[in-house]
């Protein structure tokens, strides 16, 4: 194979090779710089190729099609830039069973419900902030807010959602309470305020940073899109417990002297 050309019939582990023939040293170091890989740091241990976003993305263009069997094994590689990619190929499959035209189609939303339920099964190999929030939007955000199926019937099914949802929320795993949390992107971006606000609520008192800029982002982006007076009435309700960094994330987008009138609220309750 011409190593210098990308394939659609490559395998994952074709994929791989194909990667590491691209690596980068010296943009290496910067990534495990900039996704905080040292000891101690949330992403320990993580390994990098020093591929940039775009290069990973034209192999995701000729990979499309990797049946889900080949998607796992690129999941699992040590390389954080080829478990993008296998999140990614999740990314383009959800999307093209997610078009309008196919929103109600019975075998689209079996195919839908399949790519889930394997997204579900291996988020934790999303490892690091960017490989969730560049999948859990676009899959996981996308999917509560189409038709499903349970018990062989079609429906929202928005008890069984929640469920799904509160499971990555209660679990001890940063990243897929990150996931719960980021993946209302999407929910907010259809209209619908009601997950980020249960989700931001939910993750107030949480103790990582990531969280908190989590949380203030998915406030910022519902108050932009959908209602800065929503955004205001949940400030006003949990204001003196919020940490700070959510805090500035959610108003960045007010105006100035009212970033200011929110930022002098004192704390008064001790986040957990």
């Known amino acids: 194979m011409n190593w210098t050309e990308p394939s659609s019939t490559m395998n994952a582990e074709e994929i791989i090779i194909y990667m590491e023939s691209l690596r980068n040293e010296g943009q290496q170091h910067v990534l495990k710089r900039f996704f905080k890989t040292g000891k101690g740091e949330y992403g320990e241990g993580d390994e990098f190729l020093g591929l940039k976003v775009p290069q990973t993305r034209e192999v995701v263009k000729m990979a499309k099609d990797l049946p889900l069997e080949e998607v796992k094994k690129l999941l699992y590689c040590r390389w954080h830039e080829v478990r993008l990619c296998g999140l990614l190929i999740l990314v383009c499959q959800f999307e093209r069973q997610a078009k309008k035209r196919l929103e109600n189609d019975a075998e689209a939303i079996t195919r839908r419900d399949r790519l889930v339920s394997f997204y579900l099964e291996h988020a934790h190999q999303a490892n690091n902030w960017d490989l969730v929030d560049m999948s859990a939007p676009k899959i996981l955000g996308h999917w509560l807010m189409l038709p499903t199926m349970q018990g062989g019937k079609v429906g929202l099914n928005e008890e069984y959602k929640r469920s799904v949802i ?70 006003s309700e949990h204001i003196h417990e919020m940490p700070r960094t959510a805090l500035r994330y959610a108003i960045e987008k007010l105006p100035e002297e009212e970033r200011r009138y929110w930022m002098n609220i004192p704390v008064t309750k001790v986040s957990k």
Request: with cysteine; hydrophobic share 40%.
């Open 166 to 235: 509160d499971a990555l929320a209660g679990s001890n795993n940063l990243w897929l309470q990150r996931t719960s949390m980021v993946c209302t992107w999407k929910t907010t971006q259809q209209g619908a305020p009601t997950w980020c606000l249960r989700l931001a609520e939910k993750h107030l008192h949480h103790s990582h940073d990531l969280m908190h800029k989590a949380v203030g982002w998915m406030l910022r982006e519902m108050g932009k899109r959908i209602s800065e007076d929503l955004l205001r009435s949940f400030l």
